[in-house]
T-cell receptor
Framework: AQSVTQPDIHITVSEGASLELRCNYS??????LFWYVQSPGQGLQLLLK??????LVQGIKGFEAEFKRSQSSFNLRKPSVHWSDAAEYFC?????????????FGTGTRLKVLA | DTGVSQNPRHKITKRGQNVTFRCDPI?????LYWYRQTLGQGPEFLTY????????KSRLLSDRFSAERPKGSFSTLEIQRTEQGDSAMYLC????????????FGPGTRLTVL
């Protein structure tokens, strides 16, 4: 079955430190890939997406993600974390054969930022 | 572009009661999705509309759940005879048609069943 794994449930980093959030998917072909952020009381906001082409994708708020086909991964990175980045982050995939383009989400990673 | 809106934002009900949620998508978006998110989990797909046609329903959507999008604009999600296990955040999202486009999410409706 298609699935998305975010192995880290919680991550704590100090403000100014670098960040990497992991995402692995299980699917036969390269899916469409997304990262969303969810802050308390807010809807899910798209950070970045990968459909094809350059495997290093730039997003909003200084985030980037790298697609690695050999590892079935799409890890999210930020070189210097700000206190406002504290939130929950979700990786999502859409199988390219999906006619409805519904998302399959990972379980999320909750980021805590220490001052 | 006012974004996706959902009403109510919070709903507390007693077990056995019926509840209805509303979602207003971004006006030019013809795809509309409902997801359910429980504590500590990612959102799970419930159902999908292309214009007014409901094209897919998850097996999570029991016969107590019904969704409509009568004019291809707003959508409603009704839960009949609510159970405590229905307590969750219900998220609505919309996207453009054609090829794949990112989904824009509303703030959600948090349902608590007592």
């Amino acid at each position: 079955a298609q699935s998305v794994t975010q192995p880290d449930i919680h991550i704590t980093v100090s403000e100014g430190a670098s960040l990497e959030l992991r995402c692995n998917y299980s699917y036969g072909a390269t899916p469409y890939l997304f990262w969303y952020v969810q802050s308390p009381g807010q809807g899910l906001q798209l950070l970045l997406k990968y459909f094809s082409g350059d495997t290093l994708v730039q997003g909003i708020k200084g985030f980037e993600a790298e697609f690695k086909r050999s590892q079935s991964s799409f890890n999210l990175r930020k070189p210097s974390v700000h206190w406002s980045d504290a939130a929950e982050y979700f990786c999502a995939v859409v199988p390219t054969t999906s006619g409805t383009y519904k998302y399959i989400f990972g379980t999320g990673t909750r980021l805590k930022v220490l001052a | 572009d006012t974004g996706v809106s959902q009403n109510p934002r919070h709903k507390i009900t007693k077990r056995g009661q019926n509840v209805t949620f509303r979602c207003d998508p971004i006006s030019e978006h013809n795809r509309l999705y409902w997801y359910r998110q429980t504590l500590g989990q990612g959102p799970e797909f419930l159902t999908y509309f292309q214009n007014e046609a409901q094209l897919e329903k998850s097996r999570l959507l029991s016969d107590r759940f019904s969704a409509e999008r009568p004019k291809g604009s707003f959508s409603t999600l009704e839960i009949q005879r609510t159970e405590q296990g229905d307590s969750a955040m219900y998220l609505c999202a919309s996207s453009l048609g054609g090829q794949i486009h990112e989904q824009f999410f509303g703030p959600g409706t948090r349902l608590t069943v007592l």
